[in-house]
């Protein structure tokens, strides 16, 4: 999908959920919705009020809309042990990064008018029975369920009859290796939680519609923690510590290429499991490299929590390399930007600057606040933007500083001319979180996409 100017400036959300009273004519309208027609409810105002059981009877639609935030593992997941409760064969542990500038939406309407479930992603109809959607529903159904014979939380009956409606969308490039489907299932997740009036851990269930999903169901530094059970009830995410933890940490993506990615992470890390022996070293090494990780990060010390990312992504491409047939997710300009940051680091003779790369070419760099405006202006240096070009510096704001002779001639690479498509400036950020302003739902007062 494009990423659009307009897509970037950030807005603070809170939380909410609305129900929309439906008219006669737009009850109708849903009923009689077939195939993936986009239709906009033609009459404004939707009416928010939280359903009671009287308006059960009545022609009533629940929405809630949600967003999820990206995260970026600096101690990677690669391989499963069990392939449809999604059991990784390592813990992981990530950075969630800040949903001002990368996120998932996701509207979920319930009505007893609609016939069928259904979803729309990025203004598309796909396809509802996708295994990995068709888990986390299931679940999700299980769980309120659950809550309800147990007499637990405030569990909505009303939902559980119905059928839903479930929009989103993502402000950032979908299967580019910017981790959309841990930004897309959390949440899902997190919204159909909402509507059936869930609390309490959910991670469980994000996990089963993608891996990493269960990270972004939590803000700050989050871990995934394997587990040993079969039935998967202890591989969870838990929070290491907040997004406020830490503020001098700073994230930068550089986007190489925002073209979907010719091996996916599901199939590369089947193959993986199935062909790399050093695949099978690595599960030995990373219990540790936890441990050291989760420390760094209590301590808030650089330099340990950088040389623990760039090794440990270096291992897992190095991963995908000893998988045969190998996958190759890093390009030429990748490995650029890996010697400029080790060059960059060097000639400082100090820990700078880290990167990581997820299941493609582009750049994650972590660093701190007052080294960010000197190395966007090198990464400008040695990346040439096209002119012309789309906007190259998006989110927050960077200054203008000069880079210094002497640190050129420490760094002596030839400028590669539009290597680098655009830069996103964003920081670590919260967990997922329920929108207020029913102007934002998805889904019209119909139950189908606004246009
Ligand atoms: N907002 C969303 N809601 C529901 N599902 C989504 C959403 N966004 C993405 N997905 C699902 O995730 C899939 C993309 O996942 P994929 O692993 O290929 O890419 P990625 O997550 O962008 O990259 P990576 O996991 O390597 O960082 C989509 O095809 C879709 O099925
Ligand atoms: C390289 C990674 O980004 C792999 C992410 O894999 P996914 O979570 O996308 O895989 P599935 O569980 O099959 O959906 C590393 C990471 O995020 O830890």
């Keep these: 999908m494009p990423v659009t100017p307009g897509d970037w400036p950030g807005r603070a959300l809170t939380c909410c959920e609305a129900s929309a009273n439906q008219s006669g004519a737009a009850a109708r309208r849903a009923r009689g919705v077939t195939g993936s027609r986009w239709s906009r409810a033609d009459s404004g105002r939707l009416d928010v009020s939280v359903p009671s059981m009287a ?19 600096v101690i990677k997941y690669w391989g499963k042990r069990n392939e449809e409760l999604i059991l990784p064969i390592n813990s992981s542990l990530s950075v969630t990064l800040h949903q001002d500038q990368l996120k998932s939406t996701t509207t979920v309407a319930a009505s007893r008018d609609f016939k069928e479930d259904r979803i729309w992603l990025n203004g598309k ?17 299980r769980l309120a369920r659950k809550r309800r014979s147990s007499g637990d939380g405030n569990s909505n009956t009303l939902t559980l009859h119905h059928k839903i409606h479930i929009c989103s969308v993502n402000n950032f490039p979908t299967a580019a290796g910017l981790a959309s489907s841990a930004a897309g299932y959390a949440c899902l997740v997190y919204t159909l939680a909402k509507l059936h009036g869930l ?29 040993v059970k079969e039935d998967g009830s202890d591989s969870i995410a838990q929070q290491i510590e907040p997004e406020t933890h830490w503020p001098e940490l700073c994230v930068l993506i550089l986007v190489v290429s925002a073209e979907q990615k010719p091996v996916g992470s599901t199939a590369g890390m089947r193959t993986s499991v199935k062909t790399s022996p050093l695949l099978k070293y690595r599960t030995e090494i990373v219990p540790k490299r936890m441990k050291e990780m989760i420390e760094a990060i209590k301590r808030q010390d650089f330099e340990l929590f950088g040389q623990l990312t760039m090794k440990d992504s270096n ?17 030429d300009i990748s490995k650029r930007i890996i010697n400029l940051v080790h060059r960059y680091n060097s000639h400082f003779g100090e820990t700078r600057v880290v990167y ?14 007052q080294h960010v405006d000197e190395f966007v202006e090198v990464v400008k240096h040695y990346f040439p933007p096209e002119e ?5 510096l998006k989110g927050l704001p960077v200054n203008p500083v000069s880079v210094s002779e002497h640190l050129k001639s420490s760094i002596r690479m030839e400028p590669v001319k539009a290597g680098i498509q655009y830069i996103i400036n964003t920081r670590v950020g919260p967990g997922p979180q329920l929108i207020e302003d029913s102007n934002l739902h998805l889904l019209g007062e119909d139950g189908l996409p606004k246009q």
């Design 125 to 141: 109809e796909e396809n509802i029975n996708h295994p990995r959607l068709q888990s986390c529903l299931r679940e999700i159904r």
């Design 199 to 227: 609390e309490g851990e959910l991670s469980e269930i994000a996990r089963q519609g993608s891996g990493s999903a269960c990270r972004s169901m939590y803000g700050g530094f989050v871990q995934w923690i394997m587990g």
């Design 315 to 331: 291992q897992f491409h190095a991963t995908c390399l000893d998988t045969f047939p190998p996958i190759f997710y890093l390009s």
């Design 388 to 392: 012309n070009g789309e906007q190259f």
């Design 356 to 369: 990581t790369f997820d299941a493609g070419p582009n750049a994650v760099i972590y660093t701190r606040k």
């Design 55 to 73: 308006e059960d009877k009545g022609k009533e639609m629940k929405l809630v809309t949600c967003t999820a935030p990206v995260n970026i593992a």
